[in-house]
């Protein structure tokens, strides 16, 4: 399977407890880009990458996250001392940009964090 | 306002049936349109892509955008079990790494 993957699918931790997901985009996509949805809601923009540059961040991503991507290849994202309202599906996408509008995002089957 | 509208839902309909799902947005800056589909606990799936006003038709699937309305609809014929999922719509032109998402409308077709 080449699309994107995420790891884990899964994650329970306590109250203040760092967590790190990990992305694996589709190979030949320069592009990278991190979501997070709760229930009943669409994704919200978090960060992105291009190569290993990371180029935007949205305000929903406070000092206590951060999000790598060494070489252009996966990324991590990492929540330092998660709280309760870090509980939410955490998605990654990866596109094949040209520097135009209109890009195809392609997503993983994401990672969901449950803090206790 | 959010940029994008979208109803929530449920919609529950008999197999077979013809499904309506819609949004609307207020940026006339969009020019790109999207539909996923989520299954439950999954990521989503790029659906349909269209670019402009127009209808673009993939099997059972039919995209329609409107720009001079702001409305864009996903027409599902002879829907399926499988079809059971929640649809987001989605939209890209203002900024290229922004996409404004829709809530997401919550589908299940009944056998």
């Known amino acids: 399977d080449t699309g994107v993957s995420q790891n884990p699918r899964h994650k329970i931790t306590k109250r203040g407890q760092n967590v790190t997901f990990r992305c694996d985009p589709i190979s030949e996509h320069n592009r990278l880009y991190w979501y997070r949805q709760t229930l009943g809601q669409g994704p919200e923009f978090l960060t992105y990458f291009q190569n290993e540059a990371q180029l935007e961040k949205s305000r929903l991503l406070s000092d206590r996250f951060s999000a790598e991507r060494p070489k252009g290849s996966f990324s991590t994202l990492e929540i330092q001392r998660t709280e309760q309202g870090d509980s939410a599906m955490y998605l990654c996408?990866?596109?094949?940009?040209?520097?135009?509008?209109?890009?195809?995002?392609?997503f993983g089957s994401g990672t969901q964090l449950s803090v206790l | 306002q959010k940029e994008v509208e979208q109803d929530p839902g449920p919609l529950s309909v008999p197999e077979g049936a013809i499904v309506s799902l819609n949004c609307t947005y207020s940026n006339s800056a969009f020019q790109y349109f999207m539909w996923y589909r989520q299954y439950s606990r999954k990521g989503p799936e790029l659906l349909m892509y269209?670019?402009?006003?127009g209808n673009k038709e993939d099997g059972r699937f039919t995209a329609q955008v409107d720009k001079s309305s702001k409305y864009i609809s996903l027409f599902i014929r002879d829907s399926q079990p499988s079809d059971s999922a929640t649809y987001l719509c989605a939209m890209n032109g203002e900024v290229w790494y922004q996409f404004y998402f829709g809530t997401g409308t919550s589908l299940t077709v009944i056998p």
């Open positions: 996408a990866s596109s094949l940009g040209t520097g135009d509008l209109g890009e195809k995002l392609f």
């Open positions: 269209t670019y402009s006003s």
